[in-house]
């Protein structure tokens, strides 16, 4: 035997870089066992389909938050924007007679539309993501309530579609599968995709190799309106109802499950299936309080902390990669 081969390492398994990769899922499935051994009532059927349910919103919504993190940005305006894009889809049926087909691409329009607008503020504009996504955070919402008079307003059929089954499978879920085929395949195997992530970890040299990066900003944030739009729709389908008060504060359900999902503030980090994860905890989390009848005052501040420990183990991270 020769000294390289004597002096070659053996590869075994490295728990240490496997619970960096995969932390999140194993908090996920440690999670749901303490779930299942305090409540009987986690691990059956309708439960389940309810979780599945109420993570695909949550998730979609994500999906468009990954792209904006991964490309180093940040976007507070997702959960208005779905909301006015769900209000300007039933608005169109009912007030305009515009058919539900049209008024259900009326609605992912708004989304599309109004991400443009983001993505050309922060781009063109020069203005930082937080900022002109806080500003539109506002907008968003106002004219929610402004096109409402602060009243719910009938979805169209083909929207209310979303809201049910197809067969014994809830159409979110359905939706939700579909969305993350689209945002994987994004991200992963499209030149947009990969340029995300160049320009997410250093602007300035993906400007100098090339990159198109103020195109490809607009891109982002206009992808974070679509999926935003699409949130909207499947929360209005599932409400029967466009309300103006929908999807409040779910843009930091967004950002916390892209952030527990593995994705960097940073940029340049992130993946489809990490946010699904991240998603899952959130509402995992949310659905074992409600079995535990914990008060939804204390389910604010459980949720919060887990942010807070979500953006300091992404903190760490960066510091551990950096030394």
Same mark, same amino acid.
């Given at each position: ?8 390492? #053996?590869?075994?398994?490295?728990? #240490? ?35 599945? +349910?109420?993570?695909?919103?949550? =998730? ?65 504009? #020069? ?11 506002? @907008?968003? %919402? ?13 979805? &169209? ?8 089954? @197809? ?10 599968? $579909?969305? &993350? ?12 995709? %990969?340029?995300?992530?160049?320009? /997410? ?12 990066? #103020?195109? $490809?900003?607009?891109?982002?944030? =206009? ?7 699409? =949130? ?23 950002? =916390?499950?892209?952030? $527990? /999902? ?8 992130? %993946? ?30 459980? $949720? /919060?902390?887990? +942010?807070?420990?979500?953006? /300091? ?11």
């Amino acid at each position: 035997m020769s000294t390289a081969t004597q002096a070659r390492p #053996k590869q075994g398994f490295d728990v #240490k870089k496997f619970l960096a990769n995969n932390g999140a899922l194993v908090g996920l499935l440690v999670l749901a066992l303490a779930l299942f051994i305090i409540t009987p009532d986690f691990l059956t059927g309708p439960n389940l389909l309810n979780i599945g +349910i109420q993570v695909s919103t949550v =998730a979609i919504l994500a999906f468009g938050m990954t792209f904006v993190i991964v490309a180093g940005g940040i976007d507070l305006s997702v959960g208005s924007v779905a909301a006015l894009s769900a209000m300007v889809s039933g608005y169109m049926f009912v007030s305009s007679g515009l058919p539900g087909g049209f008024a259900l691409a009326a609605g992912l329009l708004t989304g599309l539309v109004v991400g443009t607008v983001n993505g050309l503020a922060s781009a063109y504009g #020069k203005l930082p993501s937080f900022i002109a996504t806080l500003a539109m955070l506002s @907008i968003a %919402r106002g004219l929610t309530l402004v096109i409402s008079d602060g009243r719910p307003i009938k979805t &169209a059929p083909e929207v209310s579609f979303l809201g049910g089954n @197809i067969g014994p499978v809830p159409t979110p879920i359905i939706v939700l599968v $579909i969305a &993350a085929g689209v945002a994987s395949f994004i991200l992963n195997r499209t030149v947009i995709g %990969r340029s995300m992530y160049a320009v /997410g970890g250093n602007a300035e040299a993906a400007r100098l190799s090339g990159l198109p990066v #103020k195109q $490809i900003t607009v891109t982002v944030f =206009a992808l974070a309106g679509l999926f935003a739009a699409l =949130a909207g729709l499947l929360l209005a389908g599932r409400l029967d109802s466009a309300q103006p008060q929908a999807a409040a504060g779910y843009e930091l359900d967004a950002i =916390a499950a892209v952030v $527990i /999902g593995g994705a960097s503030l940073a940029g340049g980090l992130g %993946r489809i299936s990490g946010t699904i994860v991240g998603a899952l905890v959130l509402v995992v989390i949310r659905n074992g309080l409600n079995l535990l009848n914990v008060t939804s005052f204390w389910q604010q501040v459980v $949720i /919060g902390v887990v +942010i807070a420990l979500a953006v /300091g183990v992404d903190v760490l991270r960066r510091k551990t990669r950096s030394s």
